[in-house]
């Protein structure tokens, strides 16, 4: 049997922070495909582009006010490289700021 590139890909649910909803059209969770926490992110942005500028301060490089947890664990500190596999959960969560 002969795998696709696709197939190596797993089926990974996103769940996106309540101040960020209103962009995925009120989702609180978004199933995505990805092998790494940094692939899902992109084909997630991929869907909903104005996510970029909230999770990204420059191309690839996460926001500072962003943390992101893998089934309930800090993907700190190589979040975007972090490996996750078939029914992985990640969790995007926005640090408060302000002064």
Not at 17 to 45: A, F, K, M, Q
Not at 58 to 87: C, H, M, Q, R, W
Request: hydrophobic fraction near 35%.
């Amino acid at each position: 049997m002969r795998f696709s590139a696709q197939d190596r890909y797993m089926n990974i649910k996103i769940h996106i922070h309540p101040s960020l909803r209103y962009i995925t059209d009120d989702r609180e969770t978004v199933e995505v495909n990805g092998s790494t926490v940094g692939e899902c992110l992109s084909n997630l942005v991929a869907e909903y582009p104005d996510l970029d500028e909230w999770l990204y301060e420059e191309k690839k490089k996460l926001s500072k006010y962003i943390d992101i947890f893998v089934n309930d664990e800090s993907a700190y500190p190589e979040e975007l490289k972090k490996t996750v596999k078939d029914g992985d959960e990640i969790y995007i969560l926005m640090q408060i700021a302000g002064g």
